[in-house]
């Protein structure tokens, strides 16, 4: 025990400074019991306390030394040192989320799980400063992770997942630093030094809830006269806290109305149906009234079930949308029949898991005083004192980059917390990325990240540690700033969608062609260095003209081009796998249309030259056989080149009837009209298909099951699928 308390004969002396009255407590503790040597109460002479803060520091300095004198007269000790609790009613909880993105899928670690977790903080911190237009200074004195989501879809547990983009949603509790300022300043006033300051519902956990329930999911809530305060546990440790602006007086107010009488006479009502079946009092007329228990709870019923209500509302929410195992239930107002099991009701949990703290958790308390009734209403200033002994939620300093600064232990400190409450960026604790490019292909947008820096240089006490070290009062934090790796580099070849170059057979030998892409409308070969902001549309095939221009290749008159054996000129487009030949003009017979004999009347009548039927070389089977091309210009081309083929035969075939067929396309009827037959490559006539933009892997055409070729025949009855392969 410290020096400061064997001066005062080894008391602990606790202060429960609360809206209504403070409660002064001095004992000490023997073995596994704690004995109350004195206990005093003082209520408020005026309203120097509104929900739990301290509004006239001045009077409530006097009540605290008032109480404080009353308290040395009954232990004859002189009192020094206290201890002190900040309500639970003044923190402030914020529901934040983050999100990291890596380069690519990578397995989770426990680093990047804090990394996202003090993200996560550092969000729900400037949430909350934004919405409270304060620039006081908070602390973060308890978060909890509601949930983690990989890659958008929600998860229970990220680590060893391979993920590209993690996220999680928290629950963080602020107290600000103006309360704990007011608290230490009123208990100086009164010639008191502050030894130990926690939560009050950590204070009445101690008592509430014994240490082998605490790695329970278990909701405390304290009905007290303005708020009802509720505080969540789970491994050990609170993780979340709130508030609803509901509790005992609301039920005093609804008393005073029915019975006609005063706040503090209704308040001596409510108190006294506890433990009576009717309470006298006399009305505001001055009568002597008799008012029955049942007469009482009928008339607060209503609002007894508003306040169980909206106390499991918050309990759910605080848990992350979820019911507890169990709840205790201390202060005054809880102590009203019905409320603990509407409360059981409405979380939608046995009544018996519900339950009223008072002296069955109290059979370790030893009252010196014999005036003394133990119930629910001194959990809270016994567990100031016993909170003491533990002294694991207190304020402490550590120097962090030879600053002192204080931070709120609530058992779980670590370095990333004392740089957080120290202002030093988040970013700077976890290594930077380099500058990033982000870029457009095809309209799609694309980002390539800079090189990963070197993380920060953290050391704790002279020894070399990371982000999740543990600390404690009085510790030597130094942390030297992550650095930034280069940044991102990409030349035009290394882009996924930029194949190295287009092969085509030139006079049959084999021609390879660098690719080139038009970026920002210029056009640029493989060697060029996508920019930031870069607008990059690949080009998948080469001109007649540019084919010539890359061979140095110049044709006299004489001479044309033929392109997969049809006549091209300089515009005529070349894709990967094409055929090109230089040949004479002479070679290439005529594909004029026939001239009509003089007095022909009808088509059937005209002659026409003969022409060489042209052999398609180098046909592609199929979509799946051109990755390279745009499909859309292909099943274009091969439309067209079906016309020019049927208009090139050798002989004039005698004009056939149209018919009409129905095939069934991806499970659907379609029907196809207006042509003696039909090929595969007709049905893009009749069908919403977008060809021509990759959605996929490869794109999928088949026909009865078996793959299809482009101007493969159809028949009547036909089943056809068209898909792109994920």
């Not at 204080?406 to 500058?435: S, T």
């Not at 515009?571 to 290439?588: A, G, M, P, Q």
């Not at 060809?691 to 999928?700: C, E, I, Y």
Request: hydrophobic share 35%; aromatic share 8%; with cysteine.
């Amino acid at each position: 025990m410290s020096e400061e308390l064997k001066k005062q004969g080894e008391y602990v002396f606790g202060l429960d400074i609360g809206t209504r009255s403070i409660v002064g407590t001095v004992g000490y503790r023997e073995g596994d019991k704690f004995i109350v040597v004195a206990e005093t109460v003082k209520e408020h002479e005026t309203r120097a306390m509104l929900d739990g803060q301290i509004h006239d520091i001045g009077q409530v300095g006097a009540t605290i030394n008032y109480v404080k004198n009353i308290l040395e007269q009954k232990t004859g000790v002189k009192l020094t040192d206290v201890c002190i609790a900040a309500a639970g009613r003044v923190l402030r909880t914020i529901e934040a989320h983050a999100e990291i993105e890596f380069e690519k899928d990578t397995v989770v670690t426990n680093e990047d799980i804090a990394s996202l977790t003090s993200k996560a903080i550092e969000t729900a911190y400037d949430t909350f400063l934004k919405e409270n237009d304060s620039d006081l200074k908070f602390y973060c004195v308890g978060n909890s992770v509601i949930r983690y989501y990989m890659n958008g879809y929600q998860i229970g547990n990220l680590e060893s997942h391979k993920a590209k983009v993690i996220g999680e949603d928290i629950i963080a509790t602020f107290l600000p630093d103006d309360v704990v300022d007011g608290l230490y300043r009123a208990t100086s006033l009164a010639g008191l030094n502050v030894v130990n300051m926690t939560l009050e519902p950590i204070a009445a956990i101690e008592v509430a809830i014994p240490e082998m329930y605490r790695m329970l999911n278990i909701a405390l809530v304290d009905v007290g006269a303005g708020t009802s305060d509720i505080c969540i546990t789970k491994d050990g440790c609170i993780v979340a806290y709130g508030m609803i602006p509901i509790a005992g007086d609301a039920l005093t107010e609804i008393i005073a109305k029915d019975c006609l009488v005063d706040f503090v006479t209704a308040e001596s009502i409510k108190r006294g149906i506890y433990d009576n079946d009717s309470v006298e009092y006399k009305d505001i007329m001055g009568l002597t009234q008799k008012v029955s228990k049942e007469k009482v709870l009928s008339v607060c019923e209503p609002k007894i079930d508003e306040m169980a209500h909206l106390v499991s509302d918050k309990i759910k929410e605080l848990n992350g949308g979820k019911s507890v195992s169990a709840v205790f239930v201390v202060g005054g107002g809880g102590k009203m029949k019905g409320y603990t099991e509407k409360v059981a009701s409405y979380l939608d949990i046995i009544p018996e898991r519900v339950a009223l703290r008072g002296e069955d958790v109290m059979q370790n308390i030893i009252f010196k005083e014999d005036d003394i009734k133990k119930d629910s209403l001194l959990v809270t200033p016994i567990g100031i004192c016993l909170n003491y002994y533990e002294q694991s939620n207190n304020f402490i300093y550590v120097s962090f980059n030879n600053d002192r600064i204080k931070l709120y232990d609530n058992g779980n400190l670590a370095v990333v917390d004392a740089a957080m409450h120290a202002g030093f960026p988040n970013d700077g604790l976890f290594p930077k990325r380099g500058k990033a490019i982000n870029y457009t292909v095809n309209g799609i947008k694309k980002i390539c990240r800079g090189e990963l820096g070197e993380p920060a240089k953290i050391t704790l006490n002279g020894k070399e540690c990371d982000i999740n070290a543990e600390i404690r009062a009085n510790d030597v934090i130094y942390v030297e700033e992550s650095t930034s790796g280069e940044p991102a580099s990409l030349v035009l070849a290394k882009v996924p969608e930029f194949k190295a170059a287009i092969t085509v057979m030139v006079n049959d030998s084999k021609i390879l062609l660098p690719k080139f892409a038009l970026v920002n409308n210029e056009i640029k070969t493989q060697y060029y260095d996508v920019q930031d902001g870069d607008n990059i549309m690949i080009l998948d095939y080469y001109t007649v003209s540019q084919v010539k221009e890359f061979m140095d290749v110049s044709l006299d008159d004489n001479m044309t081009v033929v392109v997969n054996n049809e006549e091209a000129d300089d515009d005529t487009k070349v894709y990967d796998n094409f055929t090109i030949k230089w040949v004479l003009k002479s070679e290439v017979k005529s594909t004029k249309k026939p001239e009509k004999k003089a007095g022909a009347e009808n088509e059937e009548e005209a002659t026409t030259e003969e022409v060489e039927e042209n052999s398609y070389e180098g046909d592609y089977e199929s979509y799946a056989d051109l990755p390279e091309a745009e499909e859309g210009d292909l099943v274009k081309a091969k439309k067209e080149e079906s016309v020019q083929n049927a208009d090139e035969s050798v002989e004039e075939e005698p004009k056939k009837e149209n018919t009409t067929i129905t095939v069934m396309v991806n499970a659907r009827p379609v029907t196809l009209k207006g042509k003696p037959s039909y090929v595969f490559v007709d049905v893009f006539d009749y069908i919403d298909f977008d060809s021509k933009t990759v959605q996929g892997k490869r794109l999928v055409t088949t026909i009865d099951d078996k793959n299809a070729e482009y101007m493969e025949p159809i028949s009547d009855g036909a089943v056809i699928e068209i898909y792109w392969e994920k």
